[in-house]
């Protein structure tokens, strides 16, 4: 179906908004066979859902008038997870109907209730809030259901990921049984499945997205990092891609500041989005975003949902998310909109099978590969550079310039140098204000072989397949293969595989490592911190670049 069949003012205002051909789920809802029925829909994040739903709603609301009827108690409930989303579908809904005359009212959580309870009494076409904000409205009397045409549910996964069931039911038990339900939902879990038996009526299932192709204008990448090098992994991520903005996923608020703090301390411009900040310390992060004075985001998987912010082209999962679900949802907040957009899900080494999993489970094609390293992000500003000098180099100089040009060219210090020593400290200038990249260990990416467990008759022979190292700690210290296998693999970010015989003498212990993950062993056991950093692990024999990997 296309945008011709719809009412003259929802025309006018897709037009005026650029919107040639209905995306794929805008399609699929405009079918006829969706007129009058509840409809529950699977449609992933930056699809269009939300102009989506706001056009299947012009039957209800416009019937065949030209307009829209004097505001009065509201013909249509939009609830959302979060505040944020639910602000951004007011916006869209409000230019949409714009045209019609229609008048959108918010009612959300951390905004003011007396503001919104005089909004509501000057009547509402459509009222969009999220669910506790929504029910306290209903049960002090300040929101009329009574004229209800329609009530939808938009991301009703997370609502229910949430906590927010309890709600929810609350709100569709007060609004009236005849009415039109919606539910749009990236995923269809148990839970959600249901909340539409209980409360649709014959819903008409849609699937406006393929279960088997991830969101094409995302481009997803899986980084091996060794799990000490996480951080700076994120910060060559950042230095490489330098998007206009980025997101970075952690799991809890504490791993959130402390990135947030690392990262603003070397140069990055970064705001932090987890729960226990206020409404107006979001509302500030966010515009700081959307301004330019904030390029990075970190931020927890529950304070970043409903965001919708246009530019950002970036997303780190600098921790690993819990399941699927979450690495779509966190993927899906870049390449929306027809923009294009990368997610890197960074994977420590010792759990490239987790990653795997992982990604499998999300039906996407992720490309595996190492984090960039310093030589990749000085590479990369090398081209920079260059750009940045010719296009000032462009722009017409004024004369004040040419003048201050001129006084540095007779300066005899300058003029040594030459026009060479002016370049360099052009690009000296420009370079400035860069954070340095991070030195990071390379990590082979293929799936670690197991090491034979048979090692050399003795260390240090020359025709052993492993490199010999020794620590300070053996028989007199207690010194047993049960603790101490799990103490180097933790010292040395490697797997057990990688770990061949282990000796334990009186005062020392001896053990092989992997020839391909010694060098590695041997950098991550010199940068030990904590209780035992103070045992003391060094090679027995000179420790050569990574050898070729054994294949399975």
Sequence with gaps: MSFQDLPAPLQAALTGRGYAEPTPVQSAVLQPETAGRDLLVSAQTGSGKTVAYGLALAPELMGDAPRLPPAAAPLALIVAPTRELALQV?????????????????????????????????????????????????????LDPSALRAVVLDEADEML????????????EEVPEGRRTLMFSATVPRGIAAL???????????????????????????????????????????????????????????????????????????????????????????????????????????AARGIDLPDLGLVIHAEMP???????HRSGRTGRAGRKGISVLLVPHTRRRVGERLVAAAKIKATWGPAPSAEAVRARDA??????????????????????ARRLLADPAIAGRGVEGLAAALVRVLRAPLPAPEEIAEIADRPPARAPREAPAAPGGADEGGVWFRMDVGRDGRADPKWLLPFLCRRGHVTRQEIGRIRVLARETQFE?????????AAAARRAEGEDAHIRIIPMQPVKGPARRPRR
């Design 90 to 142: 007011k916006a869209e809904l409000a230019w949409l109907y714009a045209p019609a005359g229609g008048r959108i009212v918010s009612c959300v959580g951390g905004m003011d209730p007396v503001a919104e309870r005089r909004m509501l009494s000057h009547g509402a076409h459509i009222v969009v809030g999220t669910p506790g904000r929504l029910r306290d409205h209903l049960e002090r009397g300040n």
């Design 161 to 172: 990921d949430l906590g927010f069931q309890e709600e929810l039911e609350a709100i569709l």
């Design 196 to 302: 539409a038996k209980g409360y649709q009526r014959d819903a008409l299932r849609i699937e406006a997205t393929s279960a088997d192709v991830s969101h094409g204008d995302i481009e997803h990448r899986a980084l091996l990092v060794a799990p000490h090098e996480l951080e700076r992994a994120v910060v060559n991520l950042l230095r490489l891609e330098d998007p206009r903005i980025a997101m970075v996923f952690c799991a809890t608020r504490a791993a959130v500041a402390r990135l947030q703090g690392n990262l603003s301390e070397r140069g990055f411009s970064t705001v932090a989005l987890s729960g226990e900040l206020s409404q107006a310390e979001r509302n500030r992060a966010l515009q700081n975003l959307r301004d330019g004075r904030a390029r990075v985001c970190v931020a927890t998987d529950v």
């Design 322 to 328: 819990r399941d699927p679900e979450t690495l779509l």
């Design 383 to 404: 081209e920079r550079l260059v750009e940045q000098a010719l296009a000032l180099a462009a722009e017409e100089p004024a004369d004040d310039d040419v003048a201050v």
């Design 513 to 521: 490592v992997a020839p391909y993950a010694a060098q590695r062993f």
